[in-house]
């Protein structure tokens, strides 16, 4: 089945630096691969996706990269604040007739100010 | 943020006995799934449902039933609790299938003692 391989499990940065998390999957036929960030005793919550027939998407200062032929994607942070520190999830959606979501074990990112 | 409701927030009980937590949402969306979050696991899936009356497993099925009678409602049992089984357990719905976002209640944590 599916596997979804996180990378690094966490993660310490100096306010005003930049972040990347990075995920491997292992099912060629997964094609929609969004990514959660969870605070503390909070849910997750979505922040960004992309769907394989995309390379990279950008959101304000969050942007999503895809390399189809590598089976990896990964989540850019610039300018980080504070307020980005939480557990940062991937996940990749699986084949199947119903199919649902593999997630990464998570990325702890601490912004130091 | 989407209309989920998860019941109760917070649980006590003890081994062997039953218990029944339930997602309830407002936003009429087909899909709707059962998590278990434990410390170094990231979110893992326990069952889904993609309909009334249709469900499936997820990776970490055993010791759990669902039930869903109505759109709205997606109810997870555990027959007869196992310290193993405690945890906080989220359940998140989707539009459509695994390639839609899927977005997240609150939360329950459940303690079995």
């Known amino acids: 089945g599916e596997n979804v391989e996180q990378h690094p499990s966490t993660l310490s940065v100096q306010e005003g630096d930049s972040a990347v998390i990075k995920c491997t999957y292992s099912?060629?036929?997964?094609?929609?691969f969004p990514w959660y960030k969870q605070e503390l005793g909070k849910r997750p919550q979505l922040i960004i996706d992309?769907?394989?027939?995309?390379g990279e998407k950008k959101d304000q200062r969050i942007a999503v990269t895809l390399n189809k032929t590598a089976k990896h994607f990964s989540l850019h942070i610039t300018e980080t604040q504070p307020e980005d520190s939480a557990v940062y999830f991937c996940?990749?959606?699986?084949?199947?007739?119903?199919?649902?979501?593999?997630f990464g074990k998570g990325t702890k990112l601490s912004v130091k100010p | 943020d989407a209309g989920i409701t998860q019941s109760p927030r917070h649980k006590v009980t003890e081994t062997g006995t039953p218990v029944t937590l339930r997602c309830h949402q407002t936003?009429?969306?087909?899909?709707m799934y059962w998590y278990r979050q434990d410390p170094g696991h990231g979110l893992r899936l326990i069952h889904y449902?993609?309909?009334?009356?249709?469900?499936d497993k997820g990776e970490v099925s055993d010791g759990y039933s669902v039930s869903r009678s109505k759109t709205e409602d997606f109810l997870l049992t555990l027959e007869s609790a196992t310290s193993s089984q405690t945890s906080v357990y989220f359940c998140?719905?989707?539009?459509?299938?695994?390639?839609?976002?899927?977005?997240f209640g609150d939360g329950t944590r459940l303690s079995i003692l």
């Open positions: 998140a719905i989707s539009l459509e299938d695994s390639n839609q976002p899927q977005h």
């Open positions: 099912d060629s036929a997964s094609n929609y």
């Open positions: 992309i769907r394989s027939n995309v």
């Open positions: 996940a990749a959606s699986t084949r199947g007739s119903q199919g649902n979501l593999i």
């Open positions: 936003e009429n969306h087909r899909y």
């Open positions: 449902s993609y309909g009334v009356k249709d469900t």
